[in-house]
């Protein structure tokens, strides 16, 4: 059986860090691509960070040079640091893998998502 758990989120002022995690079981995570994604109140949900199985990084234009993700494979687990986080950022933050898709709504697997709340 495939789980992620995301993990990490809270509230958090502007300006502020938060570090998001997402482990996972039932894959074999060195050769999944995973991502983070984010949904708004009202809002279509929308990738924020991908990382490929060979750890190339992307980024939505919104979190660069904000946002970092990364991943450890030992540990199974795809990471999202933010920091200077803006009240815009707030969101359901899902983790998502796929073996083959990246930056993409049609990732076969998904978590439940943590929510994050930027106060200003």
């Known amino acids: 059986q495939v789980q992620l758990v995301e993990s990490g989120g809270g509230l958090v002022q502007a300006g502020g860090s938060l570090r998001l995690s997402c482990a996972t079981s039932g894959v074999v995570f060195s050769i999944y691509n995973m991502g983070w994604y984010r949904q708004a109140p009202g809002e279509r949900r929308e990738p924020v960070a991908t990382i490929t199985s060979g750890g190339r990084p992307n980024y939505a234009t919104s979190v660069k040079g904000r946002f970092t993700i990364s991943r450890d494979n030992a540990k199974n687990t795809v990471y999202l640091q933010m920091n200077s986080v803006k009240p815009e950022d707030t969101a359901v933050y899902y983790c998502?893998?796929?073996?083959?898709?990246?930056?993409?709504?049609?990732?076969?697997?998904w978590g439940k998502g943590t929510l994050v709340t930027v106060s200003s």
């Open positions: 998502a893998a796929d073996p083959v898709n990246y930056w993409s709504y049609a990732m076969k697997y």
